[in-house]
């Protein structure tokens, strides 16, 4: 993740990750991204199961019963485990997760053991009677997929009335006092909707926005094609920024994130040079204090079936099983070369890709989405075709 929010905006300084130690247990939720000790935040896809079929689902989800899901008891082994482990959050995935009746249990299990409990929900499920059982669990965070505004959001979602519904959904997290936010994947077919997007965050008092970059994995892995492409990447990025902007000079101090997409850090850093050295200086420090891509290290995934992934995008790959061993240990085990390749790339990275060997940010990059590199090149240590950086940004060499 990319706070243009607190990057650009200044509502983050070094010196607040510092004060907490940057232990991932004690630091703030707008803050773990700075944590120093990477403890996994696990995205448990609790089920395969959705009301829905959005055309870039990386789950391949369908409103079917599935029956390889783990059980409520297997749940709460797992988040007994990850708690000892000192997961500091589980995302609450799916498919759609409200489809899955003991989704409140589960949710609420995790934080009766100190974890912060956050959901990824298309919204459509969050009536006024849900919206009082999610406040009663302690729900850190509800973030609701819109993709586009009303004609847009529901041609993706495959359902019309979908974006009234997650709307719906959103004021009624609001009034139960939950804090909620949108979920937003950038292609071709939405762009164009994002500038009405943040207006509707201004008009609903909405106070956080992830925007997407596309990943090329599950349904998604069909739409490369549908990918925006670097120029028009390097322009939506600039538009958060001014927009965001807009936002907080007017007082509305809306979080705006970017995510799976890392080159966005570097960029906003090469615009601040030229318009706030000084600041510049302090959004080098924070990208240094994130690392960049935390794929196998800070992140990680669990299946309905209780798969262990690398991230919720790389379903074509497990460790391994929660069923057969505890995360905990899946997740320590370097034996698997993959596990430990991604928890220490850069000379695998050096020795297959061009741009990203010899680029100055491979250290608050980290060598970006690994899948999309194997998506495109069929090779995981190549580079990644979403970096939008030119050579001169990145200070590119053949010496090198």
């Given amino acids: 993740m990319i706070g243009i929010s607190k990057l ?36 448990w896809n609790v089920t395969q199961r959705c009301n829905l079929r959005c055309v870039h689902c990386y789950a391949h ?9 783990l059980t409520t008891q297997q749940g709460k082994e797992l988040i007994d485990d990850l708690a000892e482990f000192g997961t500091p959050v589980i995302l609450f995935s799916g498919g759609e997760p409200l489809m899955r009746k003991d989704l409140p249990e589960l949710a609420a299990y995790a934080t009766s053991r100190g974890i912060r409990a956050v959901i990824s929900t298309n919204g459509t499920l969050i009536t006024e009677k849900m919206a009082k059982t999610l406040k009663d669990i302690g729900l850190s965070y509800v973030g609701i997929s819109l993709d586009g505004m009303k004609e847009t959001n529901d041609r993706f979602r495959g359902m019309n009335g979908a974006f009234d519904k997650a709307l719906q959904a959103v ?4 009034k139960e006092d939950i804090k909620v936010g949108l979920r937003f994947t950038i292609n071709k077919h939405n762009v164009q909707d994002i500038p009405a997007i943040l207006d509707l965050l201004e008009e609903e008092n909405i106070p956080r ?4 970059h596309l990943v090329y994995s599950g349904r998604g892995s069909g739409m490369r094609d549908e990918d925006l492409s670097l120029e028009e990447t390097r322009q939506t990025v600039d538009l958060l920024m001014d927009r965001t902007k807009e936002l907080h000079d007017k007082g509305k101090m809306v979080e705006v994130l970017t995510v799976d997409n890392h080159c966005d850090g570097p960029y906003i850093y090469l615009r601040l040079l030229k318009e706030d050295p000084q600041r510049a200086a302090e959004v080098l420090e924070l990208l240094q204090m994130n690392r960049g ?7 990680g995934c669990v299946s309905w079936d209780g798969s262990v992934h690398p991230d919720q995008f790389w379903r074509h790959y497990s460790f391994g099983n929660v069923k057969e061993r505890r995360f905990s240990e899946i997740w320590k085990d370097t034996s698997d070369t993959l596990m430990a390749g991604l928890k220490d790339r850069k000379s695998l990275i050096k020795a297959n890709a061009d741009r990203c060997a010899k680029c100055k940010w491979f250290d608050v990059c980290n060598g970006n989405f690994r899948v999309r590199a194997e998506a495109v090149f069929n090779n995981v240590w190549a580079d990644d075709p979403a970096c939008y950086l030119t050579k001169e940004e990145i200070e590119y060499s053949n010496d090198v």
């Fill in 61 to 69: 989800s369908k409103d079917i019963d599935y029956d390889n899901e």
């Fill in 8 to 43: 650009y905006c200044r509502t983050v300084e070094p010196s607040d990750a510092l004060r907490y130690g940057r232990d991932s247990k004690r630091l703030p939720s707008h803050l773990l991204q700075f944590s120093k000790d990477k403890k996994p935040v696990v995205v």
């Fill in 293 to 299: 891509n935390s794929t196998g290290i800070g992140f």
């Fill in 171 to 174: 004021r009624n997290c609001q």
């Fill in 209 to 212: 926005i992830c925007f997407y």
